[in-house]
């Protein structure tokens, strides 16, 4: 039982260039959400997903897409990635009220 | 605009000494749960409280959550090096599974 894994766990990119995030969790729940961290801003939520196929924006969506299409795996992309969305960015999945989180994601946008 | 302030931001105290880290906000809460998180990992729940008033105690940490659900406080009595971490409180606002999370209170607990 991995738990909630993210890959990859550092990445550079340069302005501009895309990437996607992968997040996989083996708890088959149902819940899971993209998060970014920031020094001073605490967690704050890009999206989420309340099931297989269907995701909502959340607290700082802009510049960021999700995708759903297994209940496993939920993929947070960067169309064009800008140095502000430098940033660590964890992945959660929830089990009634906990959530639980992987590793985390260091992405530095130059 | 953070819904959930956490006071203080940094503590830095000797092992054997208490600390108390203070979540505040002008929002009712369903429920607020307390984290903790080490360098280069995630957030690791440590408990969640739903009831005004309620006290929860795990080990040396005892948590409070406010009568009118709008606060909550974390105390470490005699604090060991291995409580050094980031606390955040997150608050879940209403049903929808989204938590609202406050901007930390680094402790630095040294021997």
């Known amino acids: 039982n991995a738990g909630v894994t993210q890959t990859p766990k550092f990445r550079v990119l340069k302005t501009g260039q895309s990437m996607t995030l992968l997040c996989a969790q083996d708890?088959?729940?149902?819940?899971m959400y993209w998060y970014r961290q920031d020094p001073g801003m605490g967690l704050r939520l890009i999206h989420y997903?309340?099931?297989?196929?269907?995701?909502a924006k959340g607290e700082v969506p802009d510049g960021y897409n999700v995708s759903r299409l297994k209940k496993q795996n939920f993929l947070l992309g960067l169309e064009s990635a800008a140095p502000s969305q430098t940033s660590v960015y964890f992945c959660?999945?929830?089990?009634?009220?906990?959530?639980?989180f992987g590793p985390g994601t260091r992405l530095t946008v130059t | 605009t953070q819904l959930l302030e956490q006071s203080p931001q940094f503590l830095s105290i000797q092992e054997g000494e208490n600390l108390t880290v203070y979540c505040n906000s002008s929002s009712v809460f369903s429920s607020l749960q307390w984290y903790r998180q080490e360098p280069g990992e995630g957030p690791v729940l440590l408990v969640t409280v739903v009831t005004g008033g309620e006290v929860k105690k795990l080990k040396r940490l005892t948590f409070q959550f406010g009568d009118a659900r709008k606060d909550s406080s974390l105390h470490i009595t005699a604090a060991q090096p291995g409580d050094t971490g980031l606390y955040l409180c997150?608050?879940?606002?209403?049903?929808?599974?989204?938590?609202?999370f406050g901007a930390g209170t680094q402790v630095v607990v040294t021997p």
């Open positions: 959660a999945s929830r089990r009634g009220v906990e959530q639980y």
């Open positions: 997150a608050g879940e606002p209403n049903s929808w599974g989204k938590l609202q």
């Open positions: 708890m088959n729940h149902e819940y």
């Open positions: 997903s309340v099931g297989e196929g269907t995701t």
